[in-house]
């Protein structure tokens, strides 16, 4: 049947009845709020290519994670910026580092709140690659070998997520085996599956100065041309003990989320980057769009294209404007 007898408009006639027909809504216990945390005591720097965001010293993060948790987010995800960075990524495995001190207090302070610790060496490494270099070349099974070292010193200091987003083989494997080994059996894993070279990292890199210094990361990170691939490598992460996976970035990557989430039964992640992060402040502030419902409408799609969680630096402001809705 069709039109004179079929009148679509009639379910968009009132708020009321948008809402009844409605097929997918934001919640704000799926949005997970990366925080960037640094050694030392009352620090709270902004970040200069990322609006709203800052190092914070693990002091600083114990009050932010109150307030995030307050809002009823449902997880921050944690990034470390070092005090001194070296070839192998040390003070990445130091159970000193800013992570682990961040990790014990806010575990202390704010209990329910989920801690996903992102595992890398890139922001600790003085050539900004996410792997150990030998020869010119990133070394996969040495890296893997430290993130698995990593990953032990966040799971012992509390965390409940680890995150490896290295793009390394094996390495959701390797860390859940030197987990295990270590009893740490409860400790989930969201892994980096789907993880594309993407030009939308910018603002992140330079945030957490990890840029690599020689080179890009096309040898470890996927091509953005491929779609069957991102099918493999988020099978292989399955197979090797992933609880969750995700696709990054997200919003050129929405085709990719369906395809995950059409494909495989467990829970999917979508990370929204600091290039779209930015790219939509930047329209924003110039006027070009209105910020609040471009937000929504940009993290409700990402759940309508299948994904279960949404890693965003918006989730502060989008717990506000979905609870006042
Ligand atoms: C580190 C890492 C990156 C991001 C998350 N973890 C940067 C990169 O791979 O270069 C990007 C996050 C963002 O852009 O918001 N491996
Ligand atoms: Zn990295």
Do not use: W
Not at 67 to 77: K, S, T
Not at 249 to 266: E, N
Not at 283 to 301: F, K, V
């Amino acid at each position: 049947m069709t039109y004179p007898v079929t009148r679509p408009r009639r379910l968009r006639r009132t708020p009321s009845m948008r809402k009844l027909v409605r097929e997918t809504s934001l919640s704000i216990s799926n949005l997970v709020y990366p925080l960037f945390v640094c050694p030392g005591t009352d620090i709270k720097n902004p970040i200069a290519s990322m609006t709203d965001c800052f190092h914070l010293s693990p002091d600083n993060a114990v009050r932010e994670a109150k307030e995030v948790a307050q809002l009823g987010i449902g997880a921050i995800l944690l990034f470390g910026i070092p005090q001194k960075k070296d070839a192998f990524g040390t003070e990445a495995s130091s159970p000193e580092s800013a992570v682990a001190e961040s990790i014990k207090r806010i575990k202390d302070a704010v209990p329910e709140l989920l801690i996903a610790t992102d595992v890398c060496l890139c922001a600790y490494t003085d050539h900004g690659h996410c792997g150990v270099i030998k020869d010119g070349r990133i070394e996969n099974d040495t890296t893997c070998e430290l993130l698995a070292k990593i990953a032990t010193i966040h799971a012992k200091a509390g965390a409940d997520i680890i995150a490896p987003s290295d793009m390394m083989d094996g390495r959701v494997g390797v860390i859940r085996k030197a987990l295990d080994s270590e009893q740490l059996t409860d400790t989930a894993m969201m892994a980096y599956s789907a993880k594309y070279a993407s030009a939308y990292y910018g603002p992140f890199r330079d945030a957490a100065g990890s840029a690599p210094s020689q080179g890009d990361r096309k040898s470890y990170q996927m091509d953005p041309a491929n779609s069957q691939e991102a099918m493999r490598e988020i099978t292989a992460d399955i197979e090797e003990g992933a609880d969750i996976v995700m696709v990054k970035p997200a919003l050129a990557y929405l085709d990719i989320i369906r395809m995950a989430k059409d494909t495989f039964k467990v829970p999917l992640a979508a990370y929204n980057v600091s290039g779209e992060y930015m790219m939509l402040n930047a329209a924003a502030d110039a006027g070009l769009i209105d910020r609040e419902p471009a937000i929504l409408e940009t993290l409700l799609s990402f759940k309508r294209a299948g994904a279960d969680i949404i890693i965003t630096y918006f989730a502060k402001t989008a717990a506000r404007l979905l609870s006042y809705k």
